[in-house]
């Protein structure tokens, strides 16, 4: 199985053992990581059954003034950004410990604009890949519903109850 962290993220992988497949031919991918999961499948050549996407990074339906803000937020001050980004990510429960990876600028705009499109997702599945997508309903970091109602045609989708962005249930 090959799994993609989320930004700013490493060794993340375990917060999503209860729904991942550990498979030889699984591609998995939590919130950054799902769409580099997704880009790498889309390319890919080689075997994979399924695509598995955990709170993939949604902010296609936010306006331009909060992509403005979260960048700015970010070149104004990195570490703080990044602090208050995870508390997000885990609330309404406390920050569990993380490990944070690399981090930088190109990467956060690449989070906030990229765009699922059916396109896209098609050509993933033309290929025969299973898509399954997890998503908390309590998530604060990204646009949970308008996410559901863009995977719900293509891909299996697992609403979690009382979950945050590390489908932690409070």
Wanted: negative net charge; proline residues 4%.
């Amino acid at each position: 199985m090959r799994f993609y962290s989320g930004f700013a993220l490493t060794e993340d992988q375990h917060f999503f053992d209860p729904y991942l497949k550990h498979s030889d031919y699984t591609v998995a991918g939590f919130s950054y990581g799902a769409i580099k999961a997704a880009q790498y499948v889309a390319e890919s050549h080689e075997r994979i059954d399924t695509l598995q996407l955990f709170s993939p990074a949604f902010f296609q339906t936010k306006k331009e003034s909060f992509r403005r803000l979260q960048m700015g937020g970010y070149f104004k001050d990195s570490e703080r950004y990044l602090e208050n980004f995870l508390t997000s990510c885990f609330a309404p429960a406390p920050v569990a410990p993380m490990i944070l990876g690399s981090n930088d600028a190109e990467s956060l705009q690449e989070l906030l604009y990229f765009e699922w499109t059916s396109e896209f997702i098609e050509s993933i599945r033309a290929k025969g890949i299973r898509i399954e997508v997890y998503l908390g309903l309590e998530d604060q970091v990204i646009d949970v519903m308008g996410a559901r109602e863009f995977f719900l045609p293509y891909a299996t989708v697992t609403s979690i109850k009382k979950a945050n962005h590390f489908l932690q249930e409070n």
